[in-house]
């Protein structure tokens, strides 16, 4: 009975500590996407914790076409680790096939839900602080942008109101619903 605590704590610390750097990883990324300004304090947090990782995989992983393949490839190389970890700490011998899957499809929904609290962050802040200046804003509005832009383009603001962040967000949600969830069905049923 007791084993079954610390497998589950286990579980909880890996799956925790994981999807924290993971989740540096992919701001990291993002924001060198969308050229976020990394002379941000924040922007330099998560390059400061991600580049012991990274800057060594970019001896061997070069840039393509101004994306950066090695942030990529760390991302993967860290889901399917967790991925692994998790199904010895459950007792599975886990196939490659299905980590790879469960871990491609945790990063699509590790991306989802960072542009759904990115869209959500920058209503909020439209509504309580209006054209005010934080390192934190400027990123949220970078980040945001690439994705609103393009319903902004097919809804324009109606009597002032801008109504793109609420069709995002349903978009977004079908994404979860419509790609990622299958997606995780089929990593686990290849496990």
Known sequence: MTGAYFSNAGIYLIETLFGLYVLAVLLRFLFQLVRADFYNPISQFIVKITNPLLRPLRRWIPSFQGVDTASIALLLLLK????????????????FAGILVLAFADILQILVYVFIVVIFAGVILSWVAPDSYNPAVSLIDRLSEPVLQPFRRMLPPIGGLDFSPFVALIVLQLILMLLVKPLLDLGYSLL
Not at 80 to 95: D, I, K, N, Q
């Open 80 to 95: 399917v680790t967790e991925s692994w970890l998790v199904a010895l700490m459950y007792g599975y011998a886990p196939g």
